[in-house]
């Protein structure tokens, strides 16, 4: 997260001068190298049968004198604890489509419509989505309407204490199916039926909280499903959001990506480090590794530089 000229100046307090300049190219020729092990994480990903897909926004690129343009970084988490982070220049529909292309199995996200677009368009992806954030609705509801939101956040709870079950007894496959189907499916019905005798109740109006939660999750009820259906669909999006945490991160220290190249490479840099997070790999150690072997490596056989 430490921009260039952070380490230009740490690098002068320590008696060693190197134009700013010269370091930028350093970073931006050494990323360019990487690209293709970014795609090579990609292509992992994708051939994985669950994904959980997010969004989130940086500053890339001058759109005029004095204001930055608005550019997304959509990063897509594999089965195999792998994340690929995309630029594009905006949040529209058709990133999706041009991120995920041909792939097939469950899509993870939260309740942004463009991936509910995507999954009715292909008949061999199954849409889920994400619990926590049907969550955050009630939590956002509880001061205008307490007692309701209580009750919905109990059952929710309910929910992540069987999946921390699961976790701790480190069931999988038919035995995680069986235990979600036993334990987990009447909690979710019992959701279901207290959201019915809500939107019952001639007290609610159409535009409070409450209300908007309910009709949020009533409207996504298959998706929200499909965890009880298939053991290797996550509850939540959780895990990509804390991989995604390093975007935000990153703002906060460097601001911006000055132009949309740069943001390009913020994303093949951070698809790499990361996975090295989740893999259990030290960055700094995988990167020395990597650049000295890069240039007489097989192209065909790129996978075997990945992090994984």
Known sequence: HLPLHRQHQRLLQAGIQ??????????????????PLAEAIRQ?????????MDETPLKAGRQHKGKMRQAYLWPIYGERDEIVFHYAPSREHRHVETFLGDFSGTLLSDGYAAYEAYAKGKSAVTHANCWAHCRRGFEQASESDPRASEEALALIGVLYRHEQIIRDRQLDGERKLAYRTEHSEPVVRAFWRWCDEQCHRPDLLPSSPLAKAVNYAKARHASLEVFLADPAVPIDTNHLERSLRVIPTGKKNWLFCWTEVGAE?????????????????????????????????PASRVAGLTPR
């Open 18 to 35: 190197v134009s700013r300049s010269s370091l930028s190219n350093w970073a931006g020729r050494s990323i360019d190298l990487l690209r």
């Open 44 to 52: 992992s990903v994708l051939d994985g049968q669950v994904v959980a």
């Open 265 to 297: 490479r913020v994303g093949v840099i951070q698809s790499l480090l990361m996975t090295c997070r989740l893999q259990g790999v030290d960055p700094y150690t995988y990167l020395v590794d990597v650049l000295q072997r890069i240039s007489v490596h």
